[in-house]
């Protein structure tokens, strides 16, 4: 999914020598890695990518790098606060271009959706009963798609 995005993905909104300054301002050392992912991260806007799909699209690109450099650089990125990493039950870390609180909705496909639309609704419900205030609501929401591939057997049966 990452990788078809990528393909897609026109010119970088940020030059070289800008993400060179960003990462220098954040105290990272700015290695072709590091402002190729930048660069990649800011071309992308609001998504969620494991580092396996930075690894194959460093690689695509003709950056050969080792999958723990990819790894060890996202985790700096986090510390950083340029990136969110973010917990979903799949075993694999997953980073967030989005540092802003949000809420996610998790298709069957893999697909990670940002959403906002029920921080409205949970803030004002929220029983205050002893004076807390909420401080930050982050909700999961795993949704099963329908299955196209079911639909195309179904119809294959017809024929028969
Ligand atoms: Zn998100």
Same mark, same amino acid.
């Given at each position: ?7 897609? *993905? ?6 070289? &020598?800008?993400?060179? &300054? ?5 105290? $990272?050392?700015?290695?072709? &890695? ?7 991260? %800011? ?15 460093? $690689?695509?690109?003709? /950056? ?9 650089? $996202? ?7 340029? $990136?969110?990493?973010?917990?979903? !039950? ?7 271009? /989005? ?9 069957? !496909?893999?697909?990670?959706?940002? *959403? ?6 949970? =803030? =004002? ?6 004076? &807390? ?15 196209? %591939?079911?639909?195309? =057997?179904?119809?294959? /049966?017809?024929?028969?």
């Amino acid at each position: 999914m990452l990788l078809e995005l990528l393909q897609e *993905t026109a010119v970088a909104p940020t030059s070289s &020598q800008q993400a060179r &300054q960003h990462l220098r301002a954040l105290g $990272l050392r700015p290695t072709r &890695q590091r402002v190729e992912m930048f660069l990649l991260m %800011h071309s992308l806007g609001a998504t969620h990518f494991g580092a396996s799909d930075m690894h194959q699209w460093l $690689l695509k690109r003709g /950056n050969p790098v080792a999958l723990a450099t990819v790894y060890n650089n $996202l985790k700096e990125f986090v510390e950083a606060g340029l $990136l969110r990493r973010v917990s979903f !039950s799949s075993a694999q870390a997953i980073f967030d271009t /989005n540092i802003k609180p949000h809420h996610h909705i998790i298709d069957s !496909s893999g697909l990670i959706i940002d *959403t906002d639309a029920v921080d409205y609704v949970l =803030k =004002k419900n929220f029983p205050n009963r002893y004076g &807390q205030e909420i401080v930050c609501v982050e909700i999961t929401i795993t949704v099963r798609s329908p299955d196209l %591939h079911g639909a195309g =057997k179904a119809d294959r /049966n017809g024929d028969e």
